[in-house]
């Protein structure tokens, strides 16, 4: 059956025609995210959710949305989507964050000019009759010193731009490296530095909890007098209040706002005040940019939910279509590792190292981690994924490390999972075979080499003669059928492991049968989605 996406909000029909290209059955109702009890009503039938920003994925409709697997956001900003309740239902939530940059980049240029020369009030002025040549002098672009704060993608344009105007620009921005900054023409700083000497200040960055009032009232103090701040990016980085005190006291000489901490924004500080220019959130409102981000999350979806490629993802790690097929035997791996150890370890999870050796180094391992760790969760919950297993993890308070290494044995690459509690440590590797299916390498630091089967027992015991004999005698009279049989031992007499696969489910007095004898320390029967 063919995946179901619903578009709620206006996206063009060329979009919606990428969808049925890509073999996405989509249902186009792009008024329906107007009507939030009618959307919350309908879209659990839906793979799907594509959406611009009327469309509200509050927490409830994420309860409600009982098959949604991806939400894709037609644009830059996810403050409409709970991304927390998504991620905890395992829904993939993706934006488009380079289809309107360039828009994005020209509005901040021009809100500069606008506040530069006060553009819009000598109009206002002209047009009613009045000319007040002096009235509005303004100052130059060229020779100006831009602070960017934020140098990444639509910050990195405006640089661009900036320096093309003849700016000095400052950038401030923890993850430019030295090396780019050099190469884009901008001298890196710290944000006190690019304070007390910017100019023109330009804010592109995300809404985190470190960006949240990145210029409130202490910042706003350490600017230099006469600055002239530009906000395209997020509202609620700059504190209107403290700002509007600073335009009134002098020391700011200008603002221009596109984004509001509150929106729509009817009131605010900021309006009336005198070289204040505000627009109604347009950063991204050309036709060019709104068709290039409706294209865009049309493709991502489709890629996704036809090719389980990963684009833009807020909460996942991304999967190109390119790697996903070449990943996806690795993913089941990585899973599989996961619900082995989930399976078998009986008390709460302390720590988890994943090594990743050889080939498999050099692989995606973001994404086969978010694997591993979703195998792990889900013999204690069942419908986690992907998504939603990092966030567990991290709730718990688990401990988690990566460890990468160049190929040490005879196998191109492996994965090896390790599990500590507070009593014990569990460990497995296992790699992929030419024939694209994982297979168990090693348990317990005990070599072997084993099918992965839909079911499975595991037996741990102590290595003692007739212990095989007993395993199949028991299992032939509980009428279990044994499909394949490895076996393991550290030495003579000392641990030993059994891993079966056999044709069907275990019953309990099978089991019990089994770890009544005095040297079967374990006998778990363990279940793996194999397709």
């Given at each position: 059956?063919?995946?179901?996406?619903?578009?709620?909000?206006?996206?063009?029909?060329?979009?919606?025609?990428?969808?049925?290209?890509?073999?996405?059955?989509?249902?186009?109702?792009?008024?329906?995210?107007?009507?939030?009890?009618?959307?919350?009503?309908?879209?659990?039938?839906?793979?799907?959710?594509?959406?611009?920003?009327?469309?509200?994925?509050?927490?409830?409709?994420?309860?409600?949305?009982?098959?949604?697997?991806?939400?894709?956001?037609?644009?830059?900003?996810?403050?409409?989507?709970?991304?927390?309740?998504?991620?905890?239902?395992?829904?993939i939530?993706?934006?488009?964050?380079?289809?309107?940059?360039?828009?994005?980049?020209?509005?901040?240029?021009?809100?500069?000019?606008?506040?530069?020369?006060?553009?819009?009030?000598?109009?206002?002025?002209?047009?009613?009759?009045?000319?007040?040549?002096?009235?509005f002098?303004?100052?130059?672009?060229?020779?100006?010193?831009?602070?960017?704060?934020?140098?990444?993608?639509?910050?990195?344009?405006?640089?661009?731009?900036?320096?093309?105007?003849?700016?000095h620009?400052?950038?401030?921005?923890?993850?430019?490296?030295?090396?780019?900054?050099?190469?884009?023409?901008?001298?890196?700083?710290?944000?006190?530095?690019?304070?007390?000497?910017?100019?023109?200040?330009?804010?592109?960055?995300?809404?985190?909890?470190?960006?949240?009032?990145?210029?409130?009232?202490?910042?706003?103090?350490?600017?230099?007098?006469?600055?002239?701040?530009?906000?395209?990016?997020?509202?609620?980085?700059?504190?209107?209040?403290?700002?509007?005190?600073?335009?009134?006291?002098?020391?700011?000489?200008?603002?221009?706002?596109?984004?509001?901490?509150?929106?729509?924004?009817?009131?605010?500080?900021?309006?009336?005040?005198?070289?204040?220019?505000?627009?109604?959130?347009?950063?991204?409102?050309?036709?060019?940019?709104?068709?290039?981000?409706?294209?865009?999350v049309?493709?991502?979806?489709?890629?996704?939910?036809?090719?389980?490629?990963?684009?833009?993802?807020?909460?996942m790690?991304?999967i190109?279509?390119?790697?996903?097929?070449?990943?996806?035997?690795?993913?089941?791996?990585?899973?599989?590792?996961?619900?082995?150890?989930?399976?078998?370890?009986?008390?709460?999870?302390?720590?988890?190292?994943?090594?990743?050796?050889?080939q498999?180094?050099?692989?995606?391992?973001?994404?086969?981690?978010?694997?591993?760790?979703?195998?792990?969760?889900?013999?204690?919950?069942?419908?986690?994924?992907?998504?939603?297993?990092?966030?567990?993890?991290?709730?718990?308070?688990i401990?988690?490390?990566?460890?990468?290494?160049?190929?040490?044995?005879?196998?191109?690459?492996?994965?090896?999972?390790?599990?500590?509690?507070a009593?014990?440590?569990?460990?497995?590797?296992?790699?992929?075979?030419?024939?694209?299916?994982?297979?168990?390498?090693q348990?317990?630091?005990?070599?072997?080499?084993?099918?992965?089967g839909?079911?499975?027992?595991?037996?741990?015991?102590?290595?003692?003669?007739?212990?095989?004999?007993?395993?199949?005698?028991?299992?032939?009279?509980?009428?279990?059928?044994?499909?394949?049989?490895?076996?393991?031992?550290?030495?003579?007499?000392?641990?030993?492991?059994?891993?079966?696969?056999?044709?069907?489910?275990?019953?309990?007095?099978?089991?019990?049968?089994?770890?009544?004898?005095?040297?079967?320390?374990?006998?778990?029967?363990?279940?793996?989605?194999?397709?």
């Open positions: 059956m063919a995946p179901r996406v619903l578009v709620s909000d206006e996206l063009s029909q060329t979009a919606v025609q990428i969808f049925r290209d890509r073999g996405v059955e989509v249902d186009f109702q792009p008024q329906l995210g107007k009507d939030k009890e009618k959307l919350a009503e309908i879209i659990g039938n839906y793979d799907g959710l594509a959406i611009r920003s009327a469309t509200k994925a509050t927490e409830k409709l994420i309860a409600a949305a009982t098959n949604l697997k991806v939400i894709g956001r037609a644009g830059i900003g996810v403050d409409n989507v709970d991304i927390p309740a998504a991620s905890r239902r395992g829904i939530v993706m934006n488009t964050p380079f289809g309107n940059s360039i828009t994005t980049a020209e509005h901040a240029i021009a809100l500069m000019f606008a506040v530069a020369r006060q553009l819009p009030a000598a109009d206002l002025s002209t047009q009613a009759g009045k000319w007040e040549k002096s009235k002098m303004g100052v130059e672009i060229t020779g100006k010193t831009l602070g960017v704060i934020g140098a990444g993608n639509i910050g990195g344009i405006v640089c661009k731009k900036a320096i093309g105007l003849g700016m620009v400052l950038a401030y921005d923890p993850f430019l490296s030295p090396e780019r900054a050099q190469e884009m023409g901008v001298t890196k700083v710290e944000l006190d530095d690019l304070l007390a000497q910017a100019d023109f200040i330009t804010l592109h960055v995300p809404m985190t909890d470190k960006t949240r009032g990145i210029l409130g009232k202490e910042n706003l103090a350490k600017t230099k007098k006469g600055v002239r701040i530009i906000n395209c990016a997020r509202g609620g980085l700059v504190d209107e209040e403290a700002l509007a005190e600073a335009i009134k006291s002098g020391h700011v000489a200008g603002a221009g706002f596109d984004v509001f901490a509150v929106e729509p924004a009817t009131e605010s500080p900021l309006f009336g005040l005198p070289n204040v220019v505000c627009t109604p959130h347009l950063g991204a409102s050309t036709t060019e940019a709104q068709e290039n981000v409706a294209l865009q049309a493709e991502q979806m489709s890629d996704y939910l036809i090719k389980g490629a990963v684009s833009n993802a807020i909460n790690p991304s190109t279509a390119e790697e996903a097929p070449i990943l996806k035997p690795f993913i089941k791996l990585a899973d599989v590792l996961g619900a082995f150890v989930g399976q078998v370890t009986e008390s709460a999870i302390k720590e988890i190292e994943i090594l990743y050796d050889g498999t180094a050099t692989m995606n391992t973001k994404a086969l981690t978010s694997a591993v760790l979703a195998g792990l969760i889900r013999p204690q919950v069942a419908d986690v994924n992907m998504v939603s297993a990092p966030i567990m993890v991290k709730e718990k308070g401990i988690l490390s990566e460890v990468k290494r160049d190929k040490t044995g005879v196998y191109d690459g492996y994965i090896k999972l390790t599990v500590k509690t009593n014990q440590t569990r460990s497995v590797a296992g790699t992929v075979f030419s024939d694209g299916k994982p297979r168990f390498i348990i317990k630091g005990i070599n072997m080499d084993a099918d992965v839909a079911n499975m027992i595991y037996i741990a015991n102590t290595d003692v003669p007739g212990m095989i004999g007993f395993i199949g005698t028991t299992l032939g009279e509980g009428g279990v059928n044994i499909a394949n049989f490895q076996l393991g031992r550290d030495k003579q007499g000392g641990d030993a492991i059994a891993l079966l696969y056999v044709d069907g489910a275990v019953k309990q007095e099978v089991l019990d049968t089994l770890t009544a004898h005095p040297a079967i320390r374990q006998a778990k029967p363990l279940v793996f989605n194999v397709d």
